[in-house]
C-alpha cells in the first residue's frame, strides 16, 4: 500500500545540490515525486511509495548533501497520487 509524505525543509538547502541528492536517493529506492525550491528559500518534497522507501527518503532529507546545512524538516502525510517517476521541479 503506497503512502505519501510532504516535506519542507528548512536550512541552508538552495545551490548545494539538494534536490538531484534527493532525485537520486528516491531513483535508487523506488520512490516517486518531485523536488522544488521555493520562494523562501526551503526546498518542498513529495515523496510518494512503500513505507520503507519514504522513510529512507525521510532520513536523506534530515542529512542533505554534504554542502547543506538542514536545521529542520517539517513532514504532513498526504494523500498518494499515483506518481511513478522522481522529478525536479
Known amino acids: ?9 528548512h536550512g541552508r538547502v538552495q545551490g ?3 534536490r538531484d541528492t534527493v532525485r537520486r536517493a528516491a531513483r535508487q529506492r523506488g520512490v516517486a ?10 526546498v518542498e518534497v513529495w515523496l510518494e511509495g512503500e513505507q520503507d522507501g519514504v522513510d529512507s527518503m525521510l532520513r536523506v532529507l ?3 548533501p554534504p554542502r547543506a546545512d538542514v536545521e529542520r524538516v ?6 498518494p497520487q499515483g506518481l511513478s517517476a522522481f522529478e525536479i521541479r
Open 1 to 9: 500500500m503506497p503512502v505519501a509524505r510532504r516535506a519542507v525543509v
Open 74 to 79: 517539517d513532514v504532513d502525510d498526504v494523500e
Open 16 to 18: 548545494v545540490f539538494f
Open 33 to 42: 515525486g518531485w523536488a522544488a525550491n521555493r520562494p523562501d528559500g526551503t
Open 62 to 64: 534530515h542529512d542533505g
